[in-house]
Nanobody
Framework: QVQLVESGGGLVQPGGSLRLSCAASGNIFSIRVMAWYRQAPGKQRELVAITFSDASTNYADSVKGRFTISRDNAKNTVYLQMNSLKPEDTAVYYC?????????????WGQGTQVTVSS
């Protein structure tokens, strides 16, 4: 089994910053993909940022230039630095990893952490 533990969410004023962390533990083989998703009330879950084992990254247009995803492979941890936060960034943020085992790949989700941007 693989467990993901998220931390770093909270309440922040518009223009502020937060840093989310997600640590993976357990029976991990080779994490190929680490990503952050978010889901706002009444909306579908959407991809926010993603990083691959070659360190390449990709971002949703709505967060480009404000959010930065990074990973520490030695710690099996992914981070999301969020700057210049806006009220529309309010959502539950979930981390997701894809663990490759031979020819198969398994996806795991964190429990979610609430981010609220409000004055």
């Amino acid at each position: 089994q693989v467990q993901l533990v998220e931390s770093g969410g909270g309440l922040v004023q518009p223009g502020g910053s937060l840093r989310l962390s997600c640590a993976a533990s357990g029976n991990i083989f080779s994490i190929r993909v680490m990503a952050w998703y978010r889901q706002a009330p009444g909306k579908q879950r959407e991809l926010v940022a993603i990083t691959f084992s070659d360190a390449s990254t990709n971002y949703a247009d709505s967060v480009k230039g404000r959010f930065t995803i990074s990973r520490d492979n030695a710690k099996n941890t992914v981070y999301l630095q969020m700057n210049s936060l806006k009220p529309e960034d309010t959502a539950v943020y979930y981390c997701n990893i894809k663990d490759r085992r031979g020819l198969r790949e398994y996806a795991y989700w964190g429990q979610g952490t609430q981010v609220t941007v409000s004055s």
